[in-house]
């Protein structure tokens, strides 16, 4: 793509891919399949995936979200979400009487494994990542005593390890490629026996949309990235817009949210979405920009996506029969709710 003028009609570019990762869209399938299958209520603890209509969707479903496992009533069937837990968590539902589902996204599960192997091998484990995320808190629950959280390259200095030859890094899977790579480096340098896991732990769909952005970023004058404030890697994308040139980098979870101010003196608007986002939001931008001129639509095109994941197994059984012998068995109280 050329550079842009400021006689240039307006027009819009389009990330591909952008929106539901494999993940994401397992964990969505399998609420709305718990519910067909089981009916109401299924709770799921924490958001399912960080996104507010996703959310503020499947309530209406019928799911019911909840921040701790302890909030489900016993013989009932609790859905882990798509960012994992720690194995205690897996323990408070045992000790509940609950049946469960454990949607995690099998990336996040894979990094679950190498923790768990590092861990078993006596290794320190620095974990790339952001404080207080929920996949953060389930990675470093399976193995609390060998995991170190390294919240950015500024965070390094305070990093103390029992052996340096035996030191490896795991990362959150949303971060951006840029940001943790700057604090693999400085960990290298501390660190220079440290070793790397054996596969890439930045999710495939995280690198791939921050790839298109970065595509899109110096010819945007404004980036409209569609995503919850809460969700790490919609952020990582504005942050990844502004890195590549754009003037203009803004989240917004709705249309609605988009400031008309921001199109002042702009003639190319750049538009993606994070990884939890239904396309159906960004139609809806795509809508918002057209009425105000912006109806040219380029797609700019980063990588080609076929990757899809199984539903949980947990799905092709019975779990209102298995909640409820759960109470009996254990001498449990409480009536599984239909």
Not at 67 to 75: A, L, Q, S, Y
Not at 77 to 84: K, L, N
């Amino acid at each position: 793509m050329g550079a842009m003028t400021a006689t240039s009609g307006r027009r819009v570019l389009l990330a591909a891919p952008r929106g539901y990762c494999a993940g994401v869209d397992r964990a969505v399938i399998a609420v709305e399949k718990a519910l067909e299958q089981y009916g109401a209520p299924v709770y799921v603890r924490h958001e399912i995936v960080h996104n507010k209509y996703v959310v503020q969707t499947l309530e209406k479903k019928g799911a019911v979200f909840v921040e701790r496992t302890e909030e489900v009533p016993p013989g009932n069937i609790v859905m882990f979400s798509a960012h994992g837990v720690a194995p205690v968590v897996h323990e408070e539902a045992r000790q509940g009487h609950l049946a469960t589902i454990d949607a995690t996204c099998p990336l996040v599960t894979k990094v679950h494994k190498e923790a768990v192997r590092f861990a078993n091998d006596d290794y320190d484990i620095l974990l790339i990542g952001h404080e207080g995320h929920e996949e953060v808190i389930g990675t470093s629950g399976e193995a609390p005593d060998h995991i170190q959280l390294v919240d950015g390259p500024e965070d390094v200095a305070n990093v103390e390890v029992r052996d340096p030859s035996k030191v490896v890094w795991l990362s959150q899977t949303t971060l951006s490629v840029d940001e943790t790579m700057e604090t693999v480096d400085a960990l290298k340098e501390k660190f220079p026996q440290l070793i790397s896991p054996p596969s890439d732990d930045i999710c495939y769909a995280t690198q791939n949309r921050q790839l298109a952005v970065k595509q899109m970023g110096a010819e945007a004058d404004l980036v409209v990235v569609v995503g919850s404030r809460n969700s790490s890697n919609s952020k990582r994308l504005v942050e990844v817009a502004k890195l590549a040139g754009a003037a203009q980098a803004y989240l917004v979870d709705f249309a609605d949210e988009i400031d008309e101010a921001w199109l002042e003196g702009v003639s190319t608007v750049g538009v993606t979405s994070g990884a939890s986002v239904p396309e159906v939001l960004v139609e809806q931008v795509l809508e918002w920009l057209a009425q105000r001129g912006f109806e040219d639509v380029e797609i700019v095109k980063a990588a080609e996506e076929s990757i899809t994941f199984s539903l949980p197994k947990e799905l092709r059984r019975d779990l209102r029969e298995e909640a409820a012998a759960l109470v009996a068995e254990r001498g449990g109280s409480g009536t599984p709710q239909a």
